[in-house]
Nanobody, 125 residues
């Protein structure tokens, strides 16, 4: 059983930055694909970013390229999402997810086996 705990969310002005963290327990990060998804009020959950188990491949939603950066520290069993130049439309609950079998298709939420509780990100204009 893998448990994921997100942190780092909060309230920030447009143009600001936040770094989200997701720490995994009960699993080994270097064997898992990890993803970030978000859900805005009244909208469906959407893919944000993902990193494969080796750390060698990173994936981003097209609209976020250049502003968000995903990384991981296997020694700390933690994956990060650095978010820069934040916009009000980035507001939402951000969820961390783990795929323990490192299946292909990192952008697909159905591939993930475990989810965190989410952390709120609010960007004011």
């Amino acid at each position: 059983q893998v448990q994921l705990v997100e942190s780092g969310g909060g309230l920030v002005q447009a143009g600001g930055s936040l770094r989200l963290s997701c720490t995994a327990s009960g699993g080994i990060l270097r064997r898992m694909n990890m993803g970030w998804f978000r859900q805005a009020p009244g909208k469906e959950r959407e893919f944000v970013s993902a990193i494969n188990w080796t750390g060698g491949m990173q994936y981003y939603a097209d609209s976020l390229k250049g502003r968000f950066t995903i990384s991981k520290d296997d020694a700390k069993n933690t994956v990060y999402l650095q978010m820069n130049s934040l916009k009000p439309e980035d507001t939402g609950v951000y969820y961390c997810a783990a795929d323990v079998d490192a299946k292909p298709g990192l952008k697909n939420s159905n591939q993930y086996d475990y989810w965190g509780q989410g952390t709120q990100v609010t960007v004011s204009s």
